[in-house]
């Protein structure tokens, strides 16, 4: 894989990018809130060789950080659409994490004739949060430690591994291979790392996936085969996971696009760093057709 700038409306933003080989379907893949492309790597480790893959920094994050707004989720939506664009490509199954999930409903909504397939990540569908907060304040609810480590900076790259292993999701969980692609995460600027996320462009998303009504409500409206994963603890190890399995039923119920599965002894992070990821390549995967060369 090697890093492309890919021109979007505003400015560049950086893809992550493997060509297909002759007769593979091509795979996007949309990262969570402050996460970046390089997330994907134990995920893209369980992938056939064969795949075509596109992974975004999306507006704000990872290499595109300084990428200018708008930030909207809706706008990293039509970034996609236009990646797909420039590549020659004319669609492929779409995945999102987290918050990628509501960019990838937003395509599957309004550009439907470019996501063959959906796969949601955790991510997508109505979250619980208490009411009258504004965005930053339900941020803080959802993702608190989270957001709290990209105003922080630290003295070296081993700093930012330790603060990221005593997160509650991956506390006795880590694992030293994740350090490889984690310090993507960060960058040295005056001497301190610092992590290549902008605040603004995540306070916006925030906003987009709890209280924007287009953003929220797009999975009624998806029409491409839909895989919901969800898991059984949250963001912070919790039980109850991020996007709740009654959410999951009922969302199903009510578009019957919508298939979801329930991975149990699983959070929001070890679905994508830990035993999780193998679990979504074969979601990715789908119908089994297509086998690691």
Same mark, same amino acid.
């Given at each position: 894989m090697h890093d492309l700038a890919v021109p979007v409306n505003g400015g560049d933003i950086n893809v992550w990018y493997r060509e297909a080989k002759a007769d593979s379907p091509t795979v996007v893949l949309i990262h969570g809130l402050i996460g970046n492309s390089r997330w994907w790597t134990p995920v893209i480790s369980h992938l056939p060789a064969d795949l075509g893959l596109i992974a975004l920094d999306v507006r704000g *994050? !990872?290499?595109s950080w300084e990428a200018p /707004?708008? +930030?909207h989720l809706k706008t990293i939506a039509d970034d996609v659409v236009l990646c797909l664009d420039r590549l020659g490509i004319e669609s492929g199954t779409v995945?999102? +994490?987290s918050m990628g999930a509501w960019v990838a409903n937003l395509i599957g909504k309004h550009h439907p004739d470019r996501a063959d397939r959906l796969v949601l990540v955790d991510g997508g569908f109505p979250i619980e949060f208490d009411e009258g907060l504004d965005a930053e304040e339900i941020l @803080?609810?959802?993702? !608190?430690p989270s957001l709290q480590r990209i105003s922080m900076e630290f003295d070296s790259v081993n700093e930012y591994f330790s603060f990221f292993s005593q997160h509650p999701a991956l506390a006795g969980r880590w694992n030293p291979t994740l350090e490889t692609f984690l310090s993507y995460d960060v960058h040295q600027v005056d001497n301190k790392w610092?992590? *290549?996320a902008n605040r603004e =462009? #995540? #306070?916006? =998303? /925030?906003? @987009?996936f709890t209280l924007d009504p287009d953003t929220v409500s797009a999975w009624r409206e998806v029409e491409s085969s839909t895989t919901l994963l969800v898991v059984d603890h949250d963001m912070t190890d919790q039980p109850g996971g991020? #996007? *709740?399995? &009654?959410i999951a039923q009922e969302a199903a119920a009510a578009n019957r696009k919508i298939?979801? *599965?329930?991975? &149990? !002894?699983?959070?929001h992070y070890t679905l994508m760093f830990g035993d999780g990821a193998p679990l979504v390549a074969e979601a990715i995967v789908g119908d089994g057709s297509y086998r690691q060369a």
């Open positions: *994050r !990872g290499a /707004g708008p +930030y995945v999102g +994490y @803080d609810q959802i993702v !608190g610092t992590a *290549r =462009a #995540i #306070i916006q =998303a /925030g906003y @987009d991020f #996007i *709740r399995l &009654e298939q979801w *599965r329930l991975l &149990e !002894g699983l959070n």
